[in-house]
T-cell receptor, first 115, second 115 residues
Framework: AQKVTQAQTEISVVEKEDVTLDCVYETRDTTYYLFWYKQPPSGELVFLIRRNSFDEQNEISGRYSWNFQKSTSSFNFTITASQVVDSAVYFC????????????FGGGTRVLVKP | GAVVSQHPSWVICKSGTSVKIECRSLDFQATTMFWYRQFPKQSLMLMATSNEGSKATYEQGVEKDKFLINHASLTLSTLTVTSAHPEDSSFYICSGRTGVRYEQYFGPGTRLTVT
């Protein structure tokens, strides 16, 4: 069965600290996609990144970076030098063909960045 | 990214009445649309998937007669909550996708409160 686990329900940091969000997934498919979304207090989901299962290269986008480790089925997300505007709920999600290409979301991690 | 709008952004209705939520893809053709509900401090739960011109496919446990979904065109899908009850109060989010190989774009959500 497919499953996405975000073990951290809430993380609180002080501005400028780094914060890493964990995401562990389960799937039997060899071809799948992993995503991260940000949901600020306004509620609208903001797409951050998509990674397919054949691309294990880590990625950096500004203060955001992602570490995909297929061997441990993890797709972790790091915010470097956090800012108050990073306060939001972050969701990791998985999509693969056997599940009808529907997104399966993790439980989300609430990040609170204090000034 | 592509834009999805939802209307209304929030609605309050009385118990027993029906309410319709519209979801529009503004700059792309959404062959597939998804409807999610999200309770406070919880993750997104997929309610149903609809392909343009076809009947929606509902997830297990979602009452199809209560949550009517219509996907009449490539840019419009509607969710009607019939005979609403207080337990239907939630945040409803729609999402559209052009094709399996493409991203899924989310609307800003509709907050429904049933009194």
């Amino acid at each position: 069965a497919q499953k996405v686990t975000q073990a951290q329900t809430e993380i609180s940091v002080v501005e400028k600290e780094d914060v890493t969000l964990d995401c562990v997934y389960e799937t039997r498919d060899t071809t799948y996609y992993l995503f991260w979304y940000k949901q600020p207090p306004s509620g609208e989901l903001v797409f951050l990144i998509r990674r397919n299962s054949f691309d294990e290269q880590n990625e950096i986008s500004g203060r955001y970076s992602w570490n995909f480790q297929k061997s441990t089925s993890s797709f972790n997300f790091t915010i470097t030098a956090s800012q108050v505007v990073d306060s939001a709920v972050y969701f990791c999600a998985l999509r693969f063909k056997a599940a009808g290409n529907k997104l399966t979301f993790g439980g989300g991690t609430r990040v609170l960045v204090k000034p | 990214g592509a834009v999805v709008s939802q209307h209304p952004s929030w609605v309050i209705c009385k118990s027993g009445t029906s309410v319709k939520i519209e979801c529009r893809s503004l700059d792309f053709q959404a062959t597939t649309m998804f409807w999610y509900r999200q309770f406070p401090k919880q993750s997104l739960m997929l309610m149903a998937t609809s392909n343009e011109g076809s009947k929606a496919t509902y997830e297990q446990g979602v009452e199809k007669d209560k949550f009517l979904i219509n996907h009449a065109s490539l840019t419009l899908s509607t969710l009607t909550v019939t005979s609403a009850h207080p337990e239907d109060s939630s945040f409803y989010i729609c999402s559209g996708r052009t094709g399996v190989r493409y991203e899924q774009y989310f609307g800003p959500g509709t907050r429904l409160t049933v009194t």
